[in-house]
């Protein structure tokens, strides 16, 4: 099921970048999963042994399997599905998962003035058949739509015994349930693993922190958020959530104007004030529902409401890269990182990986993007998408080049990257890394010559390399790079700040 993700591209959104805290007398266990939700899962268990550890994760899957069934407008099989394409007068009994998370819309629908709306659906389907046309919505059409989205859309019994359907709407969790079944997954593992110690899920970007575990979290320049990119805050996480939405890499196209993907139910238009809000709360539910909402509201109104909701605290940034925090948010960030990572380079790499015509037979490539100077030495690996865990170690290897090139480097440098650098496996599409010109090590490189290399390999696939040699220096360049049948298409952009 493909949820309406916010921020990031990957994301995004918000990534995990090194754990801040751990038990003396526990271990360290972290578990990688595809396509949940539509987009990654990372889970990280801190707790005694494996099978405590995989208890976690084995629970954690199973949570989240049982409430996509539940809660997934995408399914048509889901109990939101049918209860939303039940007819109007409709009288239903649903579980108490789904009863109990309509109560909790309704409140935040008050509590927001009509921010948060599930019936949104329809507006947002309306911009999006728009940008498809490249024809901008009529005014009548807007306010047609929007009537529709904010009616009344259920009526819950007193007793809670049964709700009744009010409208023909087509409604959407998508601002909500995500942080819903975040919590879930943290209770049921505090309620059934009780050797975990702590642990962090993060599903899409978007993560809740329990127990004795404490993580330190990075949150991307909303504007250069490549794999790589800016970190524009850096945060603390313990017993707590974060959440981030945004506009900045997921928007509607109509007529060479860029619009927000995010709609206003108040207006009906697309959202113009936010393109960037990270909230922090004690439950994920919370986070990501008030990161929707900062989304549409204007900052004033959005850090009243912030701050009005105990343990709760946010930042926004503009389109003008203005940003406005809550009173508390200084409490929860440390410095900010533009300023000590700033250096005059900025490149970005832009790459498709194929997408294969036999997806039920695919294996996803192993893929890697480093620089290495003149004399053939690594001196940064940009993204390395492979399995750190078993089976894959074994497979490392068929990534030629790269493995070679890194054996060099061990052998004057202790650094391992497989394992923080390299993230899981990628599905088709495209991907875009940034580099800064520096080392491994956070060291500015000299000018001088220096090699691009993009190299995919996909077990019972083929095996693939990209070189493009380049002047780090004054100079600026833009280059379309030659494809191939795992890198259908790739390019390069450099360039040097005066």
């Known amino acids: 099921m493909q949820w309406c993700l916010r921020f990031c591209t990957l994301s995004l959104s918000l990534f995990l970048f090194s754990m801040l805290a751990r038990s003396s007398s526990a271990d360290d266990f972290t578990f990688h999963h595809e396509n949940v939700l ?9 707790c ?12 954690t899957l199973q949570q989240i399997e049982r409430l996509e069934k539940i809660f997934s407008h995408y399914d048509p099989s889901s109990e939101f599905s049918k209860f939303v394409n039940a007819k109007p007068g409709t009288i239903s009994t649903l579980s108490h998962d789904l009863r109990e998370l309509l109560k909790r819309c309704d409140e935040w629908n008050q509590v927001s003035h009509g921010a948060f709306q599930p019936g949104v659906q329809g507006l947002t389907q309306l911009w999006k058949n728009a940008a498809e046309s490249s024809t901008m919505p009529t005014s009548e059409a807007i306010e047609r739509a929007r009537e529709l ?48 110690d702590g642990c ?28 790589g990119g800016k970190i524009w805050k850096k945060l603390s996480i313990k017993d707590a959530a974060i959440a981030t939405s945004g506009n900045s890499e997921r928007y509607f196209t109509i007529g060479g104007q860029r619009l927000s993907h995010i709609i206003d139910p108040r207006t009906g238009m697309p959202a113009t004030n936010v393109v960037s809000a990270t ?53 929860a960030t440390q410095e900010t990182a533009t300023e000590e990572s700033a250096t005059p380079y900025e490149m970005n790499v832009e790459f498709e990986i194929t997408k294969p015509e036999n997806s039920g037979r695919w294996r996803r490539p192993y893929v890697a993007v480093w620089i290495e100077d003149q004399d053939e030495y690594p001196v940064k690996t940009l993204s390395l998408f492979l399995m750190a865990n078993n089976p894959g170690p074994r497979w490392h290897r068929d990534l030629r080049r790269w493995y070679a090139s890194d054996q060099l480097r061990l052998l004057s440098d202790e650094m391992k990257l497989i394992g923080t650098v390299s993230k899981p496996t990628r599905n088709a599409g495209n991907y875009k890394v940034a580099w800064d010109g520096k080392d491994d090590h956070g060291k500015v490189l000299k000018e001088g010559k220096y090699t691009l290399y993009i190299e995919a390999a996909r077990e019972h696939g083929t095996y693939q390399l990209i070189k ?18 795992e890198i259908k298409t790739a390019k390069v952009q450099f360039s040097k700040k005066p």
């Open 279 to 331: 909230v922090m709360a004690p439950t994920a539910e919370t986070a990501d529902v008030l990161a929707t909402i900062c989304s549409v509201m204007n900052p004033a109104e959005a850090l009243h409401l912030v701050e009005s909701i105990p343990g709760c605290s946010c930042c926004l940034m503009l389109e003008d890269e203005t940003v406005f925090c809550s009173v508390n948010w200084v409490e």
């Open 468 to 485: 493009y040699p380049f002047e780090l220096g004054a100079k600026s360049f833009e280059e379309e790079l030659k494809g191939n049948v």
């Open 48 to 59: 005694d042994t494996e099978a405590a550890a995989r208890e976690a994760e084995e629970r």
């Open 200 to 227: 962090m899920v993060n599903i899409g970007g978007d993560l809740r922190v329990a127990g004795t575990l404490a993580e330190n979290v990075s949150i991307p320049h909303p504007f250069h958020d490549a794999i």
């Open 149 to 196: 989205a904010v009616t009344k859309h259920w009526s819950i019994a007193e007793d809670n015994a049964s709700v009744t359907r009010l409208s023909s709407q087509k409604l959407t969790l998508n601002a909500i349930a995500k942080g819903t079944i975040l919590d879930a997954v943290i209770n049921v593992i505090e309620r059934d693993c009780p050797t975990v």
């Open 38 to 46: 539509g987009t990654s899962l990372e889970l990280h268990v801190q």
